[in-house]
Protein backbone atom coordinates (compact mmCIF):
# COMPACT_ATOMS: atom_id res chain seq x y z
CA UNK A 1 0.00 0.00 0.00
CA UNK A 2 1.10 3.79 -0.81
CA UNK A 3 -0.60 6.23 0.49
CA UNK A 4 -0.28 9.99 -0.78
CA UNK A 5 -1.13 13.11 1.26
CA UNK A 6 -1.64 16.00 -0.86
CA UNK A 7 -1.45 19.68 0.69
CA UNK A 8 -0.72 23.44 -0.35
CA UNK A 9 -3.90 24.03 -2.21
CA UNK A 10 -5.97 27.09 -2.15
CA UNK A 11 -7.41 30.10 -3.64
CA UNK A 12 -5.71 32.78 -6.07
CA UNK A 13 -5.86 35.35 -7.99
CA UNK A 14 -5.00 35.33 -11.36
CA UNK A 15 -1.13 35.52 -11.82
CA UNK A 16 -0.72 34.35 -8.34
CA UNK A 17 1.63 31.34 -7.94
CA UNK A 18 0.57 28.42 -5.60
CA UNK A 19 3.11 25.23 -4.60
CA UNK A 20 1.15 21.92 -3.96
CA UNK A 21 3.01 19.18 -2.39
CA UNK A 22 2.80 15.52 -1.97
CA UNK A 23 3.92 12.90 0.18
CA UNK A 24 4.27 9.11 -0.43
CA UNK A 25 4.28 6.95 2.97
CA UNK A 26 7.10 4.93 1.00
CA UNK A 27 10.81 5.58 -0.48
CA UNK A 28 10.15 7.21 -3.90
CA UNK A 29 13.00 6.02 -4.90
CA UNK A 30 10.79 2.57 -5.47
CA UNK A 31 8.25 4.73 -7.39
CA UNK A 32 8.62 4.12 -11.38
CA UNK A 33 5.82 7.11 -11.73
CA UNK A 34 5.02 9.95 -9.87
CA UNK A 35 2.58 12.46 -11.31
CA UNK A 36 -0.02 15.63 -10.63
CA UNK A 37 -3.48 15.19 -12.02
CA UNK A 38 -6.39 17.68 -12.25
CA UNK A 39 -9.82 17.75 -12.39
CA UNK A 40 -12.19 20.49 -12.84
CA UNK A 41 -16.37 20.35 -12.53
CA UNK A 42 -17.71 18.12 -15.82
CA UNK A 43 -14.30 17.97 -17.00
CA UNK A 44 -12.34 14.86 -16.99
CA UNK A 45 -8.98 14.02 -15.39
CA UNK A 46 -6.11 15.60 -16.93
CA UNK A 47 -2.56 14.88 -16.68
CA UNK A 48 -0.78 17.92 -15.63
CA UNK A 49 2.65 16.72 -15.32
CA UNK A 50 5.15 13.96 -14.14
CA UNK A 51 8.43 12.53 -13.44
CA UNK A 52 9.31 8.92 -13.52
CA UNK A 53 11.90 7.25 -11.14
CA UNK A 54 14.45 8.09 -13.67
CA UNK A 55 14.05 11.96 -13.21
CA UNK A 56 12.08 12.42 -16.72
CA UNK A 57 9.97 15.32 -16.49
CA UNK A 58 6.88 15.56 -18.57
CA UNK A 59 4.43 18.00 -19.28
CA UNK A 60 1.11 18.37 -20.78
CA UNK A 61 1.17 21.40 -23.16
CA UNK A 62 -1.27 23.93 -21.66
CA UNK A 63 0.94 23.68 -18.47
CA UNK A 64 4.47 24.27 -20.00
CA UNK A 65 6.26 27.27 -19.23
CA UNK A 66 4.34 27.87 -16.36
CA UNK A 67 4.11 24.69 -14.15
CA UNK A 68 7.21 22.81 -12.50
CA UNK A 69 7.13 19.28 -11.48
CA UNK A 70 10.07 18.41 -8.90
CA UNK A 71 11.30 15.81 -5.99
CA UNK A 72 13.05 16.14 -2.76
CA UNK A 73 13.85 12.40 -2.38
CA UNK A 74 15.09 12.65 1.60
CA UNK A 75 11.08 14.15 2.12
CA UNK A 76 9.47 11.35 -0.04
CA UNK A 77 8.20 14.22 -1.76
CA UNK A 78 7.02 15.83 -4.82
CA UNK A 79 5.90 19.67 -5.57
CA UNK A 80 4.08 21.67 -8.06
CA UNK A 81 5.35 24.69 -8.10
CA UNK A 82 2.50 26.76 -10.63
CA UNK A 83 3.30 30.00 -12.00
CA UNK A 84 0.63 32.68 -13.79
CA UNK A 85 -2.05 30.88 -12.66
CA UNK A 86 -5.26 31.03 -14.79
CA UNK A 87 -8.91 31.12 -13.66
CA UNK A 88 -9.04 27.73 -16.47
CA UNK A 89 -6.49 25.99 -13.39
CA UNK A 90 -8.85 25.79 -10.90
CA UNK A 91 -9.79 22.17 -10.30
CA UNK A 92 -8.98 19.13 -7.33
CA UNK A 93 -5.39 18.22 -7.94
CA UNK A 94 -4.66 14.50 -7.40
CA UNK A 95 -1.17 13.02 -6.53
CA UNK A 96 -1.01 10.14 -8.22
CA UNK A 97 2.12 6.59 -8.42
CA UNK A 98 1.96 3.46 -10.06
CA UNK A 99 5.00 0.95 -10.14
CA UNK A 100 6.22 0.87 -6.98
CA UNK A 101 9.24 -1.81 -6.53
CA UNK A 102 8.61 -4.40 -3.85
CA UNK A 103 11.24 -5.69 -1.51
CA UNK A 104 11.07 -9.13 -3.77
CA UNK A 105 11.93 -7.04 -6.34
CA UNK A 106 8.58 -7.83 -8.46
CA UNK A 107 6.49 -4.51 -9.02
CA UNK A 108 3.27 -3.43 -7.99
CA UNK A 109 1.23 -1.96 -10.41
CA UNK A 110 -1.76 -0.42 -8.73
CA UNK A 111 -3.00 2.66 -9.31
CA UNK A 112 -2.71 4.88 -6.15
CA UNK A 113 -4.14 8.50 -5.79
CA UNK A 114 -4.07 11.02 -2.79
CA UNK A 115 -7.17 12.51 -1.42
CA UNK A 116 -7.11 15.89 -3.60
CA UNK A 117 -5.79 19.57 -3.00
CA UNK A 118 -8.52 22.28 -3.99
CA UNK A 119 -6.45 24.91 -6.94
CA UNK A 120 -9.18 28.05 -6.99
CA UNK A 121 -8.08 30.59 -9.40
CA UNK A 122 -9.95 33.60 -9.17
CA UNK A 123 -10.40 36.36 -12.17
Known amino acids: QVQLVESGGGLVQAGGSLRLSCTAS????????MGWYRQAPGKQRELVAS???????NYADSMKGRFTISRDIAKNTVYLQMNSLKPEDSAVYYCHTKGRRLDSGTYDYTDYWGQGTQVTVSS
Open 26 to 33: VSITRLNF
Open 51 to 57: ITGGGTL
